[in-house]
DNA sequence: ACAGGATGCCTAGCGCCGCTAGAATCCCTG
DNA sequence: CAGGGATTCTAGCGGCGCTAGGCATCCTGT
């Protein structure tokens, strides 16, 4: 049966090899230039190989998003166990991961609609994500609604993410608006 | 000289036309079904013709967002000006464009990218929508930087508006966190 | 009134895309 | 070592955004 064990972890490697390069490609060019053809050549098969490991560009997307939302939890479950461990410092880890990727950020919240947060199938990462950044809250949120504020909170994060990214925003005006933010959620 | 005004006037419609096409077909059927050829069939005219319009596809996508963001505008200067007038109104105005014309929406803040807020050669409708924003929350705000805590302000509407579209947030909570944030914004 | 040039529009096609059918090859099984 | 699945490849389909180049049409100057 070991022949089997190896062929199928060969295949996992390649899987991973296919993520990889679709999501360096894509961050360093944009989707756009993540073809089909380019990963092909890049793992050194075939076009159509790709397709027995995912059912076409979009589901190849999605996993990098998947890998995402794990990379973020960690970076937010980080940040809260760090010093201070506060609001603050999440909030600061998020957006550094934003900013850092831009392209895997947007890849996570645009696109792939079919990730839900609140729900029992929700993947395991991006409900720990969400955890993390409730936890933080907790201490400061005096409302009963816990799930509905880190709700609002996080929006309220993506919306200045994703402005600011945009050029909707002046990007030189980002610190001062978070601290906004965490000014109006550090009380009640 | 009439003729030559005639012809510039049929130039414009034409162009109308293009963008109105472009706009229904992608709210209809997103932006991947808005293809150059079936905007030529629809207007009766030739392929290239799009193109002594519009430098390319991304063009009339900036033209539909534009178009978007007057509307929004004056979606908002209605709110404000209504009975209550107040941040709540303004909000709920701002949701609703964003839920009943989610791809024009969505088109306003992905893409186009050479469209920035808070600077000299922002595009009117823009500063227009900003400023409705702003003097409806100017009775409720405290903080003399008013204009950060507007863009605040709108990065959370935009953030609860995309998430909760894009499947990331419950959809029915959506009230409940609207009202929390309003909260947030009510005192100082 | 009419030649000549500018303008406007169309036909045709380029290179690329995501994706797939069917042939070919490889390798496990009996 | 032969049969049969699984795996991988070659080749190509239809459609995309975009453009070159030719034709018709209209304005202009004599």
Chains 1, 2 share one sequence.
Do not use: C, N
Not at 94 to 115: H, I, K, S, W
Request: proline share 5%.
């Amino acid at each position: 049966m070991s022949i089997r064990e190896r062929r199928e972890r060969e295949r996992q490697d390649r899987e991973r090899l296919i993520v990889r390069a679709a999501r360096e490609f894509a961050e360093a060019e944009g989707w756009d230039a993540v073809t089909t053809r380019r990963l092909a050549e890049q793992i050194e098969y075939s076009q159509p190989v790709l397709y027995s490991h995912f059912k076409g560009k979009d589901a190849i997307m999605a996993a990098v998003a998947l890998e995402g939302f794990a990379e973020l939890a960690a970076a937010l479950r980080e940040a809260r166990a760090g010093s201070s461990g506060g609001p603050a410092a999440v909030a600061a880890a998020y957006v550094r991961f934003a900013e850092e990727q831009p392209v895997l950020y947007e890849t996570m919240f645009t696109g792939a609609v079919d990730l839900t947060f609140a729900s029992p199938e929700t993947p395991a990462p991006l409900r720990e994500g969400f955890r993390e950044l409730r936890e933080a809250l907790r201490p400061v949120i005096g409302s009963d609604d816990l799930d509905a504020e880190t709700e609002v909170f996080w929006a309220s994060l993506h919306g200045l993410v994703t402005l600011t990214r945009g050029g909707r925003l002046p990007r030189d005006g980002h610190p001062r608006r978070l601290e906004l933010l965490l000014r109006r959620f550090s009380t009640t």
